[in-house]
């Protein structure tokens, strides 16, 4: 990952953001290089998914044809967007569960002390409130140790009952639904909106929050998409943009950042045939990285077990990547796609969230309402053709533009040998991107300085510079200038030489195989529309 990181930054892939200012701890800049190959990735996703989408076609495991279509909604949002979408609430606190009872605390309100007792000293968590804590920490930890109530003098407590957050051995920790030491997660810090303010006033009303994820601009525009346009059920509404959340530990290169881009679908369907589509954006959105150049054995599809699944959820998988950061036989997450059911469509219709998923108290307005109440909008739909009307269900294919693009790098690096221009064996470093990724498509060079080499090599590069990004270099030995494209993923290198002015051909080397061809100008660019197009995409992507 090291050799990785410094090559990004070498080649202006990626930078530390105000890196002369010591660095912004979890934000980072795209370079030169890094927004070409980033917005490859998005434009990428945007065609396969929206643009190019064939209407009219049944994709291979779909139930039935389907529509797309895009959005671009704002980052800021009315607030109560985020008390319907349960950000607000559920991503509030710092949260901590029990593996055990499988019950989830706000950290900052349990309570507890420490005991010692048989040379073991733990600390008692309770439920009850400050009245009756001492009863009942004392009930656990006789029973825990084994004794009676007679023995209540053999535990040597602690003065005071302290917050558990002023405890940072959880494995010493008795949970208050639990009769085992331990099973208390570390604290999650759920309050990742970062908030801000509109207008002049400063006060309590002019609070906003910078979205944390796009999904909620799609929901709430869902009522104008089907009354503005002809789309109707099943059809997918497409968004790529900045989402913002304040993560505690933000690491790993750009892989947990505070600001990120999403790319999310939430694709409405019947809820009668919503398990099928979840299986079809299941695989079709694992199949897109395949086809993409992530391998096999580092690509993986996880279901979530029941048990890890949100209350309304019949089904989420994690398309995962084994990013060499992370230890040996641990994965990351490229992209979630999640069966929603109609939770958001119904939230932001009437706010019914499902008490199970609030365990917090609901905050009141000042007409007596829970302040998460939806908009009161009928956000159902009603079939054209059979006349049902119902609340369409949801699946939301979730993908991060900023970790695809890091999995698409770390899986492009690689070392080989070659030989250099005295045709002694040498490392050589290389970004075996997708053509399709590459920031620059094709180098042009003159093989020398003279004899007519860089009018006619730059008389190349522009007629090429139409089609695709295309970089121009004539410093330095040939070979150094293929290892120097290689090292940055360009996967075609055209050369002019004396046969270029005679017939007008050029040589076209590969960056994989090395091997060279003499073509026309026009078979060049034919060549690299192919390989743009290729292992694959067919179905996919434009023709
Ligand atoms: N609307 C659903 C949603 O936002 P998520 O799993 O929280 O789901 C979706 O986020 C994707 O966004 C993740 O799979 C990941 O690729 C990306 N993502 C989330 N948090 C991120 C962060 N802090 N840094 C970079 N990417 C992030």
């Not at 990952?1 to 934000?27: A, D, H, P, T, W």
């Not at 109560?80 to 989830?104: A, E, N, P, T, Y």
């Not at 494209?485 to 994989?512: A, H, L, N, Q, W």
């Amino acid at each position: 990952m090291e050799k990785i990181v410094s090559l990004c930054k070498r080649r202006g892939f990626v930078y530390q953001s105000s890196e002369i200012y010591g660095g912004m701890n979890g934000c980072w800049d795209y370079g030169p290089l890094g927004v070409e190959l980033k917005r490859n990735v998005r434009e990428s996703w945007w065609q396969d998914m929206v643009t190019c989408h064939d209407d009219m076609s049944v994709l291979d495991g779909a139930p039935e044809a389907f529509e797309m279509c895009g959005l671009d909604c704002t980052i800021l949002m009315d607030p109560q967007v985020w008390k319907c979408s349960g950000h607000f609430d559920l991503f509030h606190d710092k949260m901590i569960d029990c593996r055990d009872s499988k019950r989830r605390y706000r950290h900052d309100q349990v309570r507890g002390r420490w005991v010692e007792a048989k040379g073991e000293r733990i600390f008692v968590t309770v439920n009850a409130d400050l009245e009756a804590e001492e009863t009942e920490a004392r009930q656990k930890a006789l029973k825990y140790f084994g004794y009676r109530s007679k023995d209540s003098d053999k535990l040597n407590w602690d003065v005071e009952f302290i917050c558990l957050t002023e405890v940072s051995d959880h494995s010493r920790v008795l949970a208050p639904d639990s009769k085992e030491l331990g099973t208390l997660t570390e604290p999650r810090e759920f309050n990742l909106m970062f908030k801000t303010q509109v207008g002049a006033l400063y006060d309590e009303d002019s609070v906003v929050f910078l979205r944390p994820e796009t999904a909620q601009g799609i929901f709430v525009n869902f009522k104008n998409v089907i009354d503005s346009t002809r789309v109707r059920i099943p059809f997918g509404i497409a968004q790529v943009g900045k989402s913002f959340r304040n993560e505690i530990t933000p690491r790993h290169f750009t892989f947990r950042v505070r600001e990120f881009e999403q790319m999310e679908i939430e694709f409405f369907c019947n809820p009668a045939s919503s398990q099928e589509w979840y299986r079809f954006w299941r695989d079709r959105r694992l199949d897109w990285y395949q086809r993409l150049g992530l391998s096999g054995e580092r690509l993986r599809l996880r279901e979530h077990d029941s048990d890890e699944l949100s209350h309304y959820s019949t089904g989420t998988a994690d398309i995962e990547y084994a990013f060499p950061f992370l230890a040996e036989g641990e994965f990351g997450e490229l992209e979630g796609v999640a069966h929603r059911g109609d939770f958001d469509l119904r939230s932001h219709m009437d706010g019914k969230l499902d008490p199970k998923s609030d365990p917090l108290e609901v905050e009141l307005g000042e007409d007596g309402k829970p302040l998460w109440r939806g908009s009161g909008r009928d956000l159902s739909y009603r079939d054209p053709i059979s006349n049902e009307r119902f609340v369409p269900h949801v699946i939301e294919p979730s993908g991060g533009v900023d970790r695809a693009t890091l999995a698409f790098l770390c899986e492009a690096y690689t070392e080989d040998e070659a030989p250099d221009d005295k045709g002694n064996l040498r490392q050589r470093v290389l970004l075996s991107f997708h053509p399709r990724l590459a920031p620059i498509k094709v180098a042009v060079f003159p093989l020398v300085k003279k004899d007519g080499m860089p009018d006619r090599a730059k008389a190349i590069y522009r007629e090429l510079k139409q089609y695709f990004n295309v970089f121009y270099d004539e410093k330095g030995a040939v070979g150094r200038r293929y290892r120097r494209m290689d090292e940055v993923g360009t996967p075609f290198c055209v050369t002019i030489d004396g046969d270029t002015i005679k017939d007008g051909s050029v040589t076209i080397r590969d960056r994989d195989s090395m091997e060279q061809r003499r073509l026309s100008v026009g078979e060049v660019i034919t060549t690299v529309q192919k390989a743009i197009r290729s292992q694959g995409q067919e179905g996919l992507s434009c023709p």
